[in-house]
């Protein structure tokens, strides 16, 4: 025997808002997911609610009371096949969204997972996908990883700064930069995967405008709980396309084993191939140290051409880098080269 309870409001949407208003951040998710899976799913039992939220059952049924409370339109059943469901007459009409577009929604969600550090994405996966029966989505052909690496180490800074902007609050941290390190204090507004990087971007308290900051170079990240007012964000043309202007034009002499280098990073119009087998590459730098570190990458696959000091510096550390390796011992080479430099003083 089943005992049953139906509640019936026609006020659905203010009903659901004033249910969410009466608790924490966490338990408003909770409710909406809940009500997002109800609107899908024929029936649930409170078990499977515990475990898809991870709470206690003892939560959830507090939590079907809330909704209960709120007007929301819910039957409780108990009993052998019982469990939680939503009247007929208040579910979703899940055939607004195509298989194409719900199969672009999991994408976007599955994308985000591979960087969380929490299972939220998943859960809302679950609940996007929660019955198949009646929109068919197929297994995506594209699958985007925005992780890195450093996953270990981003996925809780990526946790912490979306909390602290979801609540307003400053964050503080060290930062390690090419001009040194500094503390600084920002009010978080974006997190902004760019460049092949996550970056955060906030109003700098220090520097008095918005600022962007490489998640990588970040250590001793904390929420200070100081709660700042939002400022109009500058217009999204803000984040410049390149952010590595080029200052100057360098072309090099390649192997033709490194070809495939020059097409990963630079592209196929970046070399021709000469009658040798050689590659000629020309391409624009933004700065000589990026420059050297990528020459010194490839070893002696490849010899920069012009410009003519450029060469003379790399040589300069090149033969910086053989003494430090060589050592002390009796080197004609490094003898050779100390004599000149001491001409030059």
């Not at 026609?10 to 609107?39: E, Q, V």
């Not at 490849?302 to 000091?309: G, Q």
Request: glycine residues 6%; aromatic residues 12%.
């Amino acid at each position: 025997m089943t005992m049953e309870r139906t509640v019936f409001s026609g006020t659905f949407c203010r009903d659901i808002i004033r249910a969410a208003k009466k608790g924490t951040p966490m338990k408003i998710d909770r409710l909406i997911g809940i009500l997002s899976i109800l609107l899908q799913e024929e029936k649930v039992t409170a078990a499977y609610l515990a475990e898809i939220f991870e709470v206690s059952r003892r939560t959830i049924n507090r939590d079907v009371e809330a909704l209960l409370r709120a007007g929301i339109p819910l039957t409780t059943s108990q009993g052998q096949n019982g469990g939680i469901s939503i009247m007929p007459a208040y579910r979703i009409d899940r055939t607004v969204l195509t298989s194409f577009e719900m199969q672009s929604i999991l994408t976007g969600l599955r994308s985000l997972d591979s960087v969380a550090g929490t299972n939220r994405y998943q859960q809302l996966m679950k609940k996007l996908s929660s019955d198949q029966a009646s929109v068919q989505v197929p297994e995506s052909h594209i699958m985007i990883n925005l992780s890195s690496w450093y996953k270990t180490s981003l996925s809780p800074k990526i946790d912490l700064i979306q909390k602290a902007i979801e609540a307003g609050h400053s964050v503080k941290f060290c930062y390690y930069a090419p001009s040194g390190e500094t503390v600084r204090m920002i009010d978080p507004y974006l997190l902004v995967f760019q460049w092949s990087s996550w970056y955060v971007w906030g109003y700098c308290r220090g520097r008095k405008d918005f600022r962007m900051f490489k998640l990588n170079r970040i250590q001793e990240l904390s929420d200070t709980g100081d709660h700042y007012e939002k400022l109009p964000l500058p217009p999204i043309e803000y984040f410049p396309e390149n952010p590595y202007p080029r200052q100057f034009h360098i072309t090099a002499v390649c192997e033709p084993e490194i070809k495939w280098h020059l097409i990963e990073e630079f592209g196929m119009n970046s070399f021709r191939e000469r009658e040798d087998g050689k590659l000629l590459f020309e391409f624009d730098f933004s700065s000589k140290e990026n420059l050297f570190g990528w020459l010194l990458s490839m070893g002696d696959q490849i010899e920069l051409t012009e410009p003519a000091e450029f060469r003379r510096d790399m040589a300069e550390l090149a033969m910086g880098i053989y003494e430090k390796y060589a050592g002390k011992r009796n080197d004609p080479l490094l003898a050779t080269h100390r004599k000149q430099s001491y001409n030059k003083t």
